[in-house]
T-cell receptor, first 114, second 117 residues
Framework: KAGVTQTPRYLIKTRGQQVTLSCSPI?????VSWYQQTPGQGLQFLFE???????NKGNFPGRFSGRQFSNSRSEMNVSTLELGDSALYLC?????????????FGEGSWLTVV | AQSVTQLGSHVSVSEGALVLLRCNYS??????LFWYVQYPNQGLQLLLK??????LVKGINGFEAEFKKSETSFHLTKPSAHMSDAAEYFC???????????????FGKGTKLSVIP
């Protein structure tokens, strides 16, 4: 079956712009979460959605937002981009978080802010 | 709050030698634990997970890990390293209950494994 699909894979934005990243989870998965990966901070949790509801949010400024649609697809948005937002953004999906269900990751979206 | 410590940001082993990547966790209640591998310019691939069943967990590509509650450890091992094992490895933890801190993975800083021919 198809894995977690993230689009776009690579993008370059200018400071002050905004960006929207998309994630399609594995079919049947209702939990979608997002992570930011940078060389300095490593992998950091952004937020998690289940059935269109945000259940948890990481320690990121309000410029970072997300949403989940009724088909479980998710988007995250970063407004007023800063140089420090350059990172690999990873989406992950799971059936749910009960019983340690496997959490599958996509290939990521590489964002460069110039 | 839960945390994960991976000892050694970079480990080098010879091809055919034992691979040992260390992971210690901090949690008031035994959590669920995961090891992921990341190849250059790729996402994360699950190697194995511990979800309170058997303490010795076998994963893909010949890797295994043992959950030791007394030592709060979940070290990753492989008896014989292959060149294809060169990658970055991440240990991660998530609560085994619903509540504060749930629905997220907390990752270690990662260990980059180099395999010398």
């Amino acid at each position: 079956k198809a894995g977690v699909t993230q689009t776009p894979r690579y993008l370059i934005k200018t400071r002050g712009q905004q960006v929207t990243l998309s994630c399609s989870p594995i079919s049947g998965h209702r939990s979608v979460s997002w992570y930011q990966q940078t060389p300095g901070q490593g992998l950091q949790f952004l937020f998690e959605y289940f059935s269109e509801t945000q259940r948890n949010k990481g320690n990121f400024p309000g410029r970072f937002s997300g949403r989940q649609f009724s088909n479980s697809r998710s988007e995250m948005n970063v407004s007023t981009l800063e140089l420090g937002d350059s990172a690999l953004y990873l989406c992950a999906s799971s059936l749910d978080w009960d019983s340690g269900n496997t959490i599958y990751f996509g290939e990521g979206s590489w964002l460069t802010v110039v | 709050a839960q945390s994960v410590t991976q000892l050694g940001s970079h480990v080098s082993v010879s091809e055919g030698a034992l691979v040992l990547l260390r992971c210690n966790y901090s949690s008031s209640v035994p959590p669920y634990l995961f090891w992921y591998v990341q190849y250059p310019n790729q996402g994360l691939q699950l190697l194995l997970k511990y979800t309170s069943a058997a303490t010795l967990v076998k994963g893909i590509n010949g890797f295994e890990a043992e959950f030791k509650k007394s030592e709060t450890s979940f070290h990753l091992t492989k008896p014989s390293a292959h060149m294809s094992d060169a990658a970055e490895y991440f240990c991660a933890v998530t609560p085994s209950y619903s509540g504060a801190g749930s629905y997220q993975l907390t990752f270690g800083k990662g260990t980059k494994l180099s395999v010398i021919p």
